[in-house]
């Protein structure tokens, strides 16, 4: 009696025992096919948020930014930009950016030389590839006074076009009248064609950029003024070097 | 004899108390699946909390995207603005300043010598030609070639390629240098 007694209560301990077994291993399994997919899942939507927050933040500064943006100042830089750099092989543009840098110095255009090669009247822009800087190169040939030649240098600086000196070869003759001549280029490029999507970011103005619009600013205040004022007047000149080509 | 044997049999009856190991075991499995159910709860509504948030900050950016479509063109004119001006920087920094060049080598050429030939390329090489009264100007000019104290733009290397008297017993001269900005 006390034997079968002993039994029954170890066979109920090892019952209890095997139910625990059991209970725990699948809490084990539970854990381990529920619990963890459901805290990966949550990891993974947690990574989802922070991305969103992300676009969330930017798309909020873009349309600060955007708002803040004024539509006619910008489409008036867009107005000297076709000055500056022009979309297309604009010839008659920098002819008369030449001239008006001979007239406003002063300096006589002995010669203009420029191959600006093949010329399409109705460039399609599409077509181009925005990221390139293309170049038209010319020879310039000019005779005047020293400060002529001081007034050209300072009025290529400030172009409304941009143009960019290579070479220079500078003489003078028994006369006293400088002989400058002058290998250059100036630049068109088509507008560049902004990748536009949920990621693209709106930078402020950069400071590189803000170089560039000091020297639009400048060229605004300069263009009129320098074509308006002729000759070696126009100069915007601090000091007057010494002329080294006076014949002692 | 008996006695002997019953004594054995309680010793070992102690070291595998079953009774023992079955309550310890009911507990730990009681105090497991109570974790168990509190942590899955919590994961549950922690995982519904966070997809509420996801789907609401989806519809937010939706709501964004759909006023910034109102602002596409002037985004894009603003972005083509900047990357004109990029451009524009591009070549402006291609750009040497002749005017301060040729100030600069004027004003290191001596009285009492005639410059009649100058040429810069575009790595700034410069060629001079120069006429001089004298041989000692020539050393006056080449010390003030090598002057760079306090100047914004640095005279290198200058070599004289020739001197040449001419019959008037005055002297011409080629040299050649390289400068650069400070």
Redesign the interface.
């Known amino acids: 009696m006390m034997k079968q007694m002993i039994r029954k209560?170890?066979d109920?301990?090892?019952l209890?025992?095997a139910?625990?077994?059991i209970?725990?291993l699948i809490?084990i399994i539970?854990?381990k096919f529920?619990?963890t997919s459901?805290?990966n899942?949550?990891f993974q939507?947690?990574k989802?948020?922070d991305n969103?927050?992300k676009?969330?933040m930017q798309?909020?500064s873009?349309?600060t930014h955007?708002?803040s943006?004024d539509?006619e100042s910008?489409?008036k830089?867009?107005n000297d930009?076709e000055y500056?750099?022009p979309r297309q092989k604009n010839i008659s543009l920098l002819l008369s950016t030449i001239g008006g840098l001979g007239t406003a110095s002063g300096l006589s255009i002995g010669s203009i030389k420029l191959s600006p090669g093949v010329v399409y009247p109705n460039d399609d822009d599409s077509k181009k590839n925005?990221e390139v800087?293309e170049t038209i190169n010319f020879n310039l040939a000019l005779d005047g006074d020293q400060e002529q030649?001081?007034n050209f240098?300072?009025l290529?600086?400030n172009s409304k076009q941009?143009l960019?000196?290579?070479?220079?070869?500078?003489?003078?003759d028994k006369e006293n009248i400088w002989h400058l001549k002058v290998e250059a280029e100036s630049?068109f490029?088509p507008?560049?064609?902004?990748n536009?999507n949920?990621m693209?970011e709106?930078?402020v103005?950069?400071k590189?950029?803000q170089?560039?619009?000091k020297?639009?600013g400048n060229l605004r205040q300069l263009f009129n003024v320098s074509l308006l004022i002729s000759g070696s007047s126009a100069a915007v000149l601090n000091?007057e070097?010494?002329?080294?080509?006076?014949?002692? | 004899m008996e006695k002997n044997i019953n004594l054995a049999l309680e010793e070992k009856k102690k070291k595998f108390d079953?009774?023992k190991?079955?309550l310890y075991?009911?507990i730990?499995?009681f105090i497991?699946?109570v974790i168990?159910l509190i942590?899955?709860t919590v994961?549950?509504f922690?995982?519904i909390k966070?997809?509420n948030?996801?789907d609401s900050?989806?519809k937010?950016?939706e709501t964004?995207?759909l006023?910034?479509s109102n602002?596409?063109d002037?985004?894009?004119?603003?972005?083509?603005?900047?990357?004109?001006?990029?451009?524009?920087?591009?070549?402006?920094s291609?750009?040497?300043?002749?005017?301060q060049i040729?100030?600069e080598i004027?004003?290191r050429?001596p009285?009492?010598?005639?410059?009649?030939?100058?040429?810069?390329?575009?790595k700034r090489n410069i060629n001079i030609k120069?006429?001089l009264?004298d041989s000692a100007n020539l050393k006056v000019l080449i010390n003030n070639l090598n002057n760079n104290e306090n100047k914004e733009i640095v005279i290198a290397k200058p070599v004289i390629q020739s001197v040449v008297r001419k019959p008037d017993k005055t002297f011409e001269a080629a040299l050649s240098f390289s400068l650069d900005f400070k």
């Open positions: 209560i170890k109920k301990d090892i209890a025992i139910v625990c077994v209970t725990i809490i539970l854990t529920f619990l459901w805290t899942e949550i939507i947690q989802k948020i969103e927050e676009i969330k798309q909020l873009k349309l955007l708002k943006v539509d910008v489409k830089y867009f930009f500056i750099l925005s800087i030649i001081m240098f300072n290529v600086n941009l960019n000196l290579i070479n220079i070869n500078l003489g003078v630049y490029a507008l560049p064609k902004p536009i949920q693209t709106l930078s103005v950069s590189n950029q170089k560039a619009l020297q639009i000091q070097p010494r002329n080294p080509f006076l014949t002692y | 079953l009774t190991i079955s075991s009911q730990f499995t497991t699946l168990f942590s899955s994961i549950f922690y995982r966070v997809l948030s996801l900050l989806k937010e950016n964004y995207q006023q910034l602002y596409k002037k985004e894009a004119l603003y972005l083509t603005y900047l990357l004109r001006l990029d451009q524009i920087e591009k070549i402006l291609l750009r040497t300043d002749y005017y040729i100030k004027f004003n050429i009285s009492n010598t005639s410059l009649y030939s100058l040429a810069v390329d575009k120069i006429s009264l």
